[in-house]
């Protein structure tokens, strides 16, 4: 069955602190992996895309790892800002068509 | 980057009437569109998958009957939610993408609220 779990569900954060969110798939086909950040009543905006042979993707302060033997990803947040707070969904792409599997996202929010 | 737009942001109506939402790409030709729900502190759930020029393709336990998904155009598609009751009550998000532009890339929308009475 193709799945996508997250975890931690939730996680309080002190601003300026480091914090690694995890996504673990056993999607196949597997085309790409994907972050997004949403913002409450927002649309999610992308953070990174990862193919089968990339290991590390960065944006700013958020840099994304792939284990695709492990089938496991993982977002780590650097020096967290307030605006951090939000949900951090994992996407994988079965594939290249563009079928969709969806984590239940992380709640992350970072407090002053 | 790419836009998606959605409209409108969010829309308030009575029980038993119909709601239509639009979703655009403005600057790239999407050639497929993806309709998604989601409820408070839940993660997107998708209801849809649309084509431009052909029929969408429905997730189980969708009814394609009370979720009509019009993609007429490569920069636009459509969700009228027909005859809406309380429990259709939801945040909708449009997303798009296109094969032309490396792999397909998802540009999401900004999601429309509805809330039915």
């Known amino acids: 069955k193709n799945q996508v779990e997250q975890s931690p569900q939730s996680l309080i954060i002190l601003e300026g602190k480091n914090c690694t969110l995890q996504?673990?798939?056993?999607?196949?086909?597997?085309?790409?992996l994907r972050w997004y950040k949403q913002d409450t009543g927002r649309g999610p905006v992308s953070l990174t895309i990862?193919?089968?042979?990339?290991n590390t993707k960065s944006n700013g302060r958020y840099t994304a790892t792939l284990d695709a033997d492990t089938k496991q990803s993982s977002l780590h947040i650097t020096a967290s800002q307030l605006s951090d707070s939000a949900s951090y969904i994992c996407?994988?792409?079965?594939?290249?068509?563009?079928?969709?599997?969806f984590g239940a996202g992380t709640q992350v929010v970072v407090t002053p | 980057g790419a836009v998606v737009s959605q409209h409108p942001s969010w829309v308030i109506c009575k029980s038993g009437t119909s709601v239509k939402i639009e979703c655009r790409s403005l600057?790239?030709?999407?050639?497929?569109m993806f309709w998604y729900r989601q409820f408070p502190k839940q993660s997107l759930m998708l209801m849809a998958t649309?084509?431009?020029?052909?029929?969408?393709?429905?997730e189980q336990g969708v009814e394609k009957d009370k979720f009509l998904i019009n993609h007429a155009s490569l920069t636009l598609s459509t969700l009228t939610v027909t005859s809406a009751h309380p429990e259709d009550s939801s945040f909708y998000i449009c997303?798009?993408?296109?094969?032309?532009?490396?792999?397909?890339?998802?540009?999401f929308g900004e999601g429309s609220r509805l809330t039915v009475l």
């Open positions: 997303s798009a993408t296109t094969i032309y532009r490396g792999g397909g890339e998802l540009f």
């Open positions: 990862m193919t089968f042979s990339e």
């Open positions: 649309s084509n431009e020029g052909s029929k969408a393709t429905y």
């Open positions: 996504c673990n798939y056993t999607v196949s086909p597997f085309s790409n």
């Open positions: 996407v994988v792409i079965r594939d290249s068509w563009g079928k969709l599997q």
């Open positions: 600057d790239f030709q999407a050639t497929t």
